[in-house]
């Protein structure tokens, strides 16, 4: 069985602050993808990045990176000289090869992360 | 270009009641899922549905049924509800043989009572 563990429930920062959000993972299979996702008020998950497990390339996205560590099982997540509206719950999930399209996935519970202004 | 819409966006049952949700995926989408998020959780898949089947399901019992129909959208059954069922419910939408992730709507609050 895969699972997702988001330690940290709640981060609460000041704009302009960096911060990172850890995410660990369990699964025995080798090919596997994980994921990013912000959920803001409203509900709906936006998706911010998806990573095979055959790729440990660190990732930049403007104010956002991604480190991807296979040894340690962990897929960060960092926003720089974070926003007020950065403030969201972010979920990571992880999704099998062959479980069509990354549909069925596994998520964490979420770390809520507030930027005061 | 609609996203994925879900109807209604807020529900209030009874217990013992029998509910039923309402997902429209995205335009060019033929894969639907769902998705329960209790308060202060992740969400967690329920079952998927592709060419009007049930695909994959994951550990939820039998009163969670589901359908789709010839025009790609999809509703969620739930019977009997009980006290925890209540959640947000999230379908998503992908289409088959694309590798792009999955797009998810904002979702249906169901309050049980």
């Known amino acids: 069985a895969q699972k997702v563990t988001q330690a940290q429930t709640e981060i609460s920062v000041v704009e302009k602050e960096d911060v990172t959000l850890d995410c660990v993972y369990e699964?025995?299979?080798?090919?596997?993808?994980l994921f990013w996702y912000k959920q803001p008020p409203s509900g709906e998950l936006v998706f911010l990045i998806r990573?095979?497990?055959?790729?440990?390339q660190n990732e930049i996205s403007g104010r956002y990176s991604w480190n991807f560590q296979k040894s340690t099982s962990s897929f960060n997540f960092t926003i720089t000289a974070s926003q007020v509206v950065d403030s969201a719950v972010y979920f990571c999930?992880?999704?099998?090869?062959?479980?069509?399209?990354?549909?069925?996935?596994?998520f964490g519970e979420g770390t809520q992360l507030t930027v005061n202004p | 270009d609609a996203g994925v819409t879900q109807s209604p966006t807020h529900l209030i049952k009874t217990r013992g009641q029998q509910v039923t949700l309402r997902c429209s995926p995205k335009?060019?989408?033929?894969?639907v899922s769902w998705y329960q998020q209790a308060l202060g959780q992740g969400p967690q898949f329920i079952f998927q549905?592709?060419?009007?089947?049930?695909?994959q399901r994951g550990n939820f019992p039998d009163r969670f049924s589901g359908h789709q129909f010839p025009n790609y959208s999809s509703e969620l059954n739930v019977n009997a509800l009980l006290l925890g069922d209540s959640a947000l419910y999230l379908c998503?939408?992908?289409?088959?043989?694309?590798?792009?992730?999955?797009?998810f709507g904002n979702g249906t609050r169901l309050t049980v009572t």
């Open positions: 990573r095979n497990s055959f790729d440990e």
């Open positions: 335009s060019g989408h033929d894969t």
């Open positions: 699964t025995r299979d080798t090919t596997y993808y």
């Open positions: 998503a939408s992908s289409m088959e043989g694309d590798n792009s992730p999955l797009h």
């Open positions: 549905y592709y060419e009007e089947e049930e695909r």
């Open positions: 999930a992880l999704s099998l090869e062959g479980e069509t399209s990354g549909s069925r996935l596994t």
